[in-house]
C-alpha cells in the first residue's frame, strides 16, 4: 500500500508539473490570473467566516443586555454590528465579481489550450515517418489516449481540474493555520482519521486503472467492429453482406463485458471507500461537539465557536477534496504523464545519420545493393537480397503477382522505411543519409490508396506544392496528363469548382479520383515520379492512353507498379518479383525469350484481358 501511495504522489506530481508548463507554455497571463483569482476568492471565504464570527459576537452581546424599546437606526449604525454587517455584504458582492470573472478567465483559457493542445498534437505527427506512424507501438498509444476518459482532451481537462484543486490546497493551508494557532488537537483529529479515506481513494483509483490497461485489448476490438457503423465504404460493405446485426451484436457483447467489470470494480470500489469518508466525517463530528461543548459549558464566545465551526468544516471539505479530485483525476493523471512522456516522446523510427541536402540537376540514378527488408516489429523478411539499377530518365517496370514485394519495394524508394540489411544509393549517396523530407522533393508517387481533401479542382492540383502560390498553368498541364481536363471542361465552376458534399461541392467516381490524384501528384514535378497502379480504375482505353504520356516522358524517371504485366512492354527495364526476391529483370523481349514468370505473367495477363 504504502509503495502504491507513493506512486500515486509521484504520478501525480508530474502530471501537474506537466500540466502547468502545457498552461504557461501556451496561455502565461490567464493562468496565472486564475491561480491570482483562486487565492483571493480562499482568503475571501476565510474572512467571510471571521466576519460572520465578529457579526455573531455582537449581536450576542447586543442580546445578553436587554432593551425597553426597539433599537434606533442611528444606534444600529453607531453599533458595533453594523460594520461587520457591512463588510460581509461588500464581501459577498466581491464574491459574485471575483466568481464571473474568474468564469470568464477560465472559459478564454480552455479555448487557447485547446487550439494549443490541437497544433501541439499536429506538430508532433508532423514529426513523424511512415514507419512510426504505422508502428504497433504508436497504434497502442493511440488506443490508450482514445480510452482517457477526456481522450486527446486530457491535457486541457487535467490543466483545468488541477487549478482548480488549487483552491483546496489553498483551503487547506489557510483554514489549517487558522485552527492551529486556536486549536491544534481539532487539526490532528481531522487529518488523522482522513488518513483512511486517502489510503482508501487511492485504492479504488489503482485498480481502475489496472482494469482499464487489462481492458484495452477489448476496447481496440469494439474499435474495429464499429468501423462498419462509421465510414461510407464500410457501411455499404456491411449492408452488401448483412454483417451489421452481427456486428452489432459482436459491439454489444464487447460493451457488455467491459460494463460488467467496471461496475465490478466500482462496487468494490465503493464498499473501500464509503467506510473511510464515514471514518472521516466522525472525526470532523468529534471536532463539532467538543467544541459546542466546550462553548456552552464556559458560557463561550458564539462568534468564536462560529469561526471554529467553519474553519474546521473547510479543511475537512478541503482534504475531502483534494483526495477526491485526485481520485476522479488518477486516470487523467496517468493519461497526462502518458501523453507526455510516451505519445510525445515518439520519435521518427528512421535515422538520417550525417544528413545531406542534395541538389540534383536531374534524376540521379538509383541503386539497390542486396536490400532486405523486414516491417518494423516484424520477423518475416519481405524482400530477400534484392540488387539492380534504374538509370537515369529512364522508364522502368515492376510487375509481380499480390504479395511479391511491389509495395513494399515502393516504400523503400521513397524513403517509408529503411532496409533491413543492405544499401539504396542515389548516385553517390546513401539514401539513408537523406531525410525523408528532402527526398521529397527529388522523388514522389501517385499510391494505390490516396486521399482527396475537399478544396477546389485547382488548388486541389496543386496542393502538392502547398507552401507555393498556385501556377494555374502547370495546374492545367497537369490535369491534360491525367486525362482530367474533359472533366473539368463540363463543370461550369471548371478549376474553381468544390470537392466534397461537406462544402455543397461535387463527388467524382472512383477513376475521376484517381485522375485527380494523379494531376496532383504529377504538379509535383520532381524529377523520379512513381506511380502504383496507376490505372487501377480506369477504363481501357483510358488506360492505354495514360500509360503512352507517361512512357512519353523525356526528362523524368517513370517507376510504374503494375500487376497488368502488358502494360509493362513499353518500358525500359522489367523487373519481375516473386515472394519477395527478384527473379528476372530486363527488357520485354529480354524477358519473353527467357520463358521465365514474366513470360508466364504476361500469358496470363493477355488471357485475362482478352476475357473482360
Request: charged share 20%; with cysteine.
Amino acid at each position: 500500500m504504502k509503495k502504491r501511495l507513493l506512486d500515486a504522489i509521484s504520478t501525480v506530481q508530474k502530471a501537474s508539473r506537466y500540466s502547468f508548463a502545457f498552461c504557461f507554455r501556451n496561455n502565461r497571463k490567464d493562468t496565472i490570473t486564475i491561480a491570482g483569482l483562486i487565492v483571493a476568492q480562499t482568503l475571501l471565504g476565510y474572512v467571510m467566516i471571521l466576519l460572520m464570527g465578529e457579526l455573531i459576537s455582537s449581536i450576542q452581546l447586543q442580546l445578553t443586555n436587554p432593551r425597553q424599546s426597539p433599537i434606533t437606526l442611528k444606534e444600529f449604525v453607531g453599533g458595533g454590528y453594523f460594520l461587520p454587517v457591512l463588510m460581509f455584504i461588500v464581501a459577498l458582492f466581491i464574491e459574485i465579481v471575483l466568481q464571473k470573472f474568474r468564469s470568464f478567465i477560465v472559459q478564454r483559457q480552455r479555448h487557447v489550450l485547446r487550439l494549443a493542445n490541437n497544433q501541439e498534437m499536429n506538430d508532433l505527427r508532423a514529426s513523424l515517418d511512415i514507419a512510426r506512424k504505422r508502428s504497433k507501438t504508436y497504434d497502442d498509444i493511440e488506443k490508450k489516449i482514445d480510452e482517457l476518459p477526456e481522450s486527446w482532451g486530457t491535457r486541457i481537462s487535467f490543466a483545468g481540474e488541477m487549478i482548480e484543486s488549487l483552491s483546496a490546497v489553498i483551503g487547506l493551508v489557510v483554514f489549517g493555520i487558522s485552527l492551529l494557532t486556536t486549536h491544534p488537537i481539532y487539526v490532528c483529529i481531522i487529518l488523522a482519521m482522513s488518513i483512511p479515506m486517502v489510503f482508501a481513494e487511492f485504492a479504488a483509483v489503482s485498480r481502475m486503472w489496472k482494469l482499464s490497461l487489462e481492458l484495452i485489448p477489448h476496447h481496440k476490438r469494439r474499435s474495429v467492429l464499429q468501423q462498419a457503423f462509421f465510414g461510407t465504404t464500410s457501411f455499404l460493405q456491411g449492408l452488401m453482406f448483412n454483417q451489421l446485426p452481427t456486428l452489432s451484436k459482436q459491439i454489444k457483447d464487447n460493451q457488455d463485458h467491459v460494463l460488467k467489470s467496471v461496475l465490478e470494480a466500482r462496487w468494490q470500489n465503493l464498499q473501500i471507500s464509503l467506510g473511510a469518508y464515514l471514518f472521516a466525517m466522525a472525526g470532523l463530528s468529534i471536532v463539532l461537539l467538543h467544541s459546542v461543548w466546550g462553548t456552552l459549558s464556559i458560557g463561550g464566545d458564539l462568534g468564536a465557536l462560529t469561526v471554529i465551526i467553519g474553519s474546521s468544516r473547510r479543511l475537512q471539505s478541503s482534504i475531502r477534496d483534494i483526495v477526491l479530485q485526485i481520485a476522479t483525476q488518477w486516470q487523467s493523471a496517468k493519461g497526462m504523464v502518458m501523453i507526455e512522456e510516451e505519445y510525445f516522446a515518439l520519435k521518427p523510427l528512421l535515422s538520417t545519420v550525417n544528413p545531406v541536402d542534395p541538389e540534383f540537376t536531374g534524376p540521379p540514378t538509383i541503386y539497390f545493393n542486396n536490400v532486405s527488408f523486414s516491417y518494423p516489429d516484424k520477423d518475416v523478411l519481405v524482400l530477400r537480397n534484392v540488387s539492380f539499377t534504374i538509370r537515369p530518365r529512364s522508364k522502368v517496370a515492376i510487375v509481380g503477382t499480390n504479395g511479391s514485394g511491389k509495395s513494399s519495394l515502393i516504400g523503400l524508394l521513397l524513403r517509408h522505411y529503411d532496409p533491413t540489411s543492405g544499401s539504396i544509393h542515389i548516385g553517390d549517396l546513401n539514401l539513408n543519409n537523406i531525410a525523408p523530407t528532402v527526398w521529397s522533393k527529388t522523388a514522389c508517387a501517385l499510391l494505390q490508396n490516396f486521399a482527396i481533401m475537399e478544396r477546389t479542382i485547382g488548388s486541389e492540383i496543386a496542393s502538392s506544392r502547398l507552401e507555393e502560390s498556385i501556377d494555374m498553368e502547370k495546374v492545367r498541364e497537369s490535369a491534360s496528363f491525367a486525362e482530367f481536363t474533359p472533366i473539368v471542361d463540363g463543370d461550369p465552376k471548371g478549376f474553381d469548382s468544390q470537392i466534397g458534399t461537406e462544402f455543397d461541392g461535387r463527388e467524382f467516381s472512383g477513376g475521376e479520383e484517381q485522375r485527380l490524384a494523379l494531376a496532383r501528384a504529377k504538379y509535383r514535378g520532381t524529377p523520379i515520379f512513381i506511380l502504383d497502379e496507376p490505372d487501377a480504375k480506369l477504363d481501357p482505353e483510358a488506360s492505354e492512353r495514360l500509360m503512352d504520356k507517361i512512357f512519353a516522358q523525356k526528362d523524368t524517371t517513370m517507376i510504374i507498379v503494375t500487376q497488368h504485366v502488358s502494360r509493362a512492354k513499353n518500358a525500359d527495364n522489367i523487373l519481375v518479383l516473386d515472394n519477395g526476391e527478384l527473379v528476372e529483370s530486363g527488357t520485354h523481349d529480354e524477358l519473353l525469350s527467357k520463358h521465365g514468370k514474366y513470360s508466364s505473367l504476361l500469358t496470363k495477363d493477355k488471357a485475362r484481358l482478352s476475357i473482360e
